[in-house]
């Protein structure tokens, strides 16, 4: 029998273990040993190829690994499939940044050239995230790992493509849409970020003749040069009487009519709005009501068109505000100027303030779709945990828009038509993930065999952007959905519970913890802390929690060890003989109850709590305690069996501890990965 070191050195341990669980291809289902009838498949999120670890990652993370640990050890033919998104913004942004630094453009290499820059800044850097989850011990079928742009992958977005163009659900139009001028593309509404702002409401007035106005209110006094009317609610009683009437437009002087429409809130301002359908989406569904005339003032590059008088062409946005302001005050058309603080739409990349423009571009219908997505989980065949995710799943498709799949971007999957040059939305290629990584659109024996999967942990914010679009997916092109259940991870804060921020120097790397304290460490002290709740205020503390944790593991199994005079691990249960004896063997039969219910329902924080207690209390401080009184064979076994029993519990949070010391135990048959899970 081998004996343990004095003290446990992860650094020592965990490369070790892990290279041994590589090199034995315990993470590959095709070569796990033994019978296995039944498959549970997992999916990774796939992270983006520019992505770097983050709490949130480590945590969403170790939710998957500790369930396909326990499946694996279940004896279910485990996958859990990982790869990386090629992230079109974020990756071309990128590499755009790196160009600068050499003093270049994208468009001084050209497309063809920027491309291959991109290809090789993702053979070089692209894994790096995936290499830091193998540091944190994620049992990943590393040989399956894919790629949204592999050219196989490539196969399965065309062919899904060209199954919608062919029933005529993509279509291309011409529409307002989110436009970011900094990357020059479309962004849905699902990529925008709303940051809190300082601005204006300025008060403005429209003659209705040499005597009198009518005052609107406006954040935005830019667009009112593409104003083609003037709108109140029918049910406000002051200006029942203006209604048809006609106003003249400041500063373009031309006469624009005066309409009533349900969409305007007669508490804004003063009741009455401008409507300028071209870059409002609220106006141009109030245009397209009325009849009103669309006319384009902003343009791509975040300027003023030559639609706008001459004193404004080709002005910055900003620049145009200003004078649009100047011009309006010398005209006395100006009544009052008011602080007002509004959410404004961002760049989810670039955080550039986004524009809504007329644009042409391509859409997938989705009114059919949304509604599978609804049934799905609906009839029962797709659950959230926590349930609560549920309403914003149904309210998004409720009121879900024709999709806008388009991108101006030169990095990404080519829409597959002759003559277009754009690229689809990253997230149309991702929506395939649980099915493309299988081999779709071929009948692959890996689709055959691992698909629908069985668990999905995502993260809220993108329960709509990725969730419903694989769902959706999932029922149109393989006539099932693609998972059963989907956890919802909740969200890393700082102790202070803000968000984390690697510019603000607020973030934890995962990795660092690593290096300090270990995977295991880690790993135990992020389990501890999910309670369920919709955030989580990381403790670092509680790291060093795991770290003691661990060195108890250790030491309590050096001493059952040391005590062992030739007796063998059994998964026969022992008799117990004293009173001690049988309170710990019945409270680890209540134990394992409690762990295999609680990990049914995805109560990770609670297991971590629940072996915590035991291993610590129960089995250490009491039996381990008693144990030194008794000194006989048959404590020996029960020692033995406690202890093996509690390694295997704890394998799928902490497992590299558990399996360096399951393989020092006195005949273990197999290594501690894929023993069998206590029943």
Known sequence: MEELNKSYDPKIVEDKIYQFWLESDFFNP????????????????????????????????????????????????????????????????????????????????????????????????????????????????????????DKEYAKAVEAAFLHYYQKGWIYQGKRVVNWCPRCGTSLSDLELEYKEEKGNLWYVKYPLDKESYITVATTRPETMLGDTAVAVNPQDKRYKNLVGKKVTLPL????????????????????????????????????????????????????????????????KIIEARQKVVEDLTQLGLLEKVEEYVH?????????????????????????????????????????????????????????????CISRQLWWGHKIPIDGVDDVLDTWFSSALWPFATLGWPENTADLKTFYPGNFLATDRGIINLWVARMIFSGQEFIKKAPFQNIYINATVLTREGKRMSKSLGTGIDPIGLVDRYGADATRFGIAYQITGGQDLK?????????????????????????QNTGNETSNMKPKGKTPADKKILATLEKIVKSVNKDLDNFEFGKVAHTLY?????????????????????????????????????????????????????????????????PK
């Open 343 to 403: 959410q404004v739409p961002k760049c989810y990349r670039c955080d550039t303030t986004v524009e809504l423009i007329p644009s042409v571009q391509w859409f997938l219908k989705m009114e059919k779709l949304a509604e599978a997505a609804m049934k799905a989980v609906k009839s029962g065949k797709i659950k959230f945990t926590p349930e609560r995710w549920e309403k914003l799943y149904f309210d998004w498709l409720k009121n879900v828009k024709d999709w």
């Open 613 to 677: 207690d035991f291993f610590w209390h129960d089995f250490c401080d009491e039996y381990i305690e008693k144990a030194k009184d008794q000194q006989n064979e048959n404590t020996q076994q029960i020692l033995l069996y406690v202890l093996a029993n509690s390694l295997k519990l704890l394998h799928p949070i902490t497992p590299f501890i558990t399996e360096e010391i399951y393989q020092k135990l006195p005949s273990s048959k197999k290594p501690l990965i894929i023993e069998d899970w």
């Open 30 to 149: 095709d070569k796990l040993p033994g019978s296995r009838k039944k498959s549970y498949t997992v999916c990774l999120p796939p992270p983006n190829v520019t992505g770097e670890l983050h709490m949130g990652h480590a945590l969403n993370m170790l939710v998957q690994d500790i369930l396909i640990r326990q499946k694996r050890m279940q004896g279910y033919k485990t996958l859990w499939m990982p790869g990386t998104d090629h992230a079109g913004i974020a990756t071309q942004n990128v590499v755009e940044k790196k160009l600068r630094k050499e003093g270049k453009s994208r468009f001084d290499l050209g497309k063809e050239k920027f491309v291959e820059e991109i290809w090789a800044w993702k053979e070089k850097y692209g894994n790096a995230i995936l290499n830091q989850l193998k540091r944190l011990g994620a049992s990943c079928d590393w040989s399956r790992t894919r790629f949204t742009m």
């Open 252 to 315: 373009v002087n031309k006469e624009i009519p005066i309409v009533a429409d349900r969409l305007v809130d007669a508490e804004f301002g003063t009741g009455a709005v401008k409507v300028t359908p071209a870059h409002d989406l609220t106006d141009q569904e109030i245009g397209q009501r009325h009849k009103l005339e669309t006319i384009e003032v902003i343009n791509e590059l975040g300027r003023m068109t030559d639609k706008v008088p001459a004193p404004y062409r080709g002005l």
């Open 538 to 562: 990381f403790i670092e503390d509680n790291i060093v929690m795991g770290r003691k944790f661990c060195n108890k593991i250790w030491n309590a199994s050096r001493f059952v060890l040391m």
